[in-house]
């Protein structure tokens, strides 16, 4: 199969882009700079330039493929919104390409939304967004996206743990390590039952793999390894590696020890993804988030968060 991949030299992205061509299928990778081109190029992939604003660069990179995994997006937490509208736009032009031709078009989320469209629940594949939760993040992409199985496009969303973990991470851990550094404490929020679901980089790519390769028109796919870790457990590993005590810290302290992280930490976000293993043949392989902290990788300097 001949697959576009938009955000295929990110983090998530650059794990795909092997994983497909491993399996047989020709890429081709959207770069916005020289630096993401040589990337792709160095991993074997095609070069499509453009960017998330070119709209028409990204309808002639799904025009030329039999299948999309849609990855790109602007993680700019000053204007979450802004970024939200880029993707829903790109996800309409990629869609209007695809319409009436059964190709696959994969794109990324996340569970998160799940602790504000279905609260107190466990997070399963069924619990769908409607136009009603508009509030919550990137919840018009995927309408949008599982909108798209009526028109034609064998369309699937993957929602991603908010944790997706490996070595060479820059996401929430790196920065929840360099904050217990800088504050000399590994916290909590409240008593640190809140569950965080996660994920491996490498068991996702496989899951964007097999979505593209197996999932039917409007699926929603789970990439979470881990149901749910206990936020204090998270803690405890991250200050027994630092040598900092581990604490609780107040709700109302939250944005004053975690920044922006504040808003998140404290969310409880069971997540199922048994609905997903039986429909496509997921299996995670690869260490789970603890295990993957113990090892080491994340405390050496090299390893530090960039935010």
Known sequence: ???????ASGWI????????????????????SDASAAALAAAGAKVHRGSLDDLE?????????????H???????????????????AIQAIGD?????????????????????????????????????GGSPRVGSEIAVLGLASRGVRSA???????????????????????????GASGYVGDGTNRWPAVHRLDAARLFRLGLEKAPPGSVLHAAGDAGIPFRDIAAVIGSHLG???????????????GFLGA???????????????????????PGLIADLEEGHYFLPAARSKY
């Open 244 to 258: 900092v005590p581990v604490m609780s810290i107040p709700a109302e302290e939250a944005a004053g020890q975690f």
């Open 13 to 32: 992205g650059s794990a795909v882009v092997p994983e497909l061509i491993e399996a047989g299928h020709q890429v081709t990778g959207l770069a916005r």
């Open 264 to 286: 998140f930490v404290g969310r409880d976000n069971p997540t199922s993804s048994e609905l997903t293993r039986a429909l496509v043949g997921w299996e995670p392989s690869c």
């Open 157 to 183: 969303v993957v929602r991603l743990a908010p944790t997706v973990h490996g070595e060479g991470d820059r996401g929430f851990v790196p920065r929840l390590i360099d904050i217990a550094g800088d504050k």
């Open 97 to 133: 390409v695809l319409a009436d031709s059964g190709r696959p078009l994969v794109t990324a989320s996340g569970t998160l939304m799940l602790t504000m469209i279905a609260p107190g629940r466990l997070g399963t594949e069924d619990i769908v967004a409607g136009p009603e939760h």
């Open 71 to 89: 990855l790109a997006f602007r993680h700019d937490f000053g204007d979450f919104a802004a970024a939200a509208a880029t993707d829903l736009r």
């Open 1 to 7: 199969m001949r697959v576009f991949v938009t955000g």
């Open 57 to 69: 660069s990204l309808r002639n990179g799904a025009a030329a493929a039999d299948g999309v995994i």
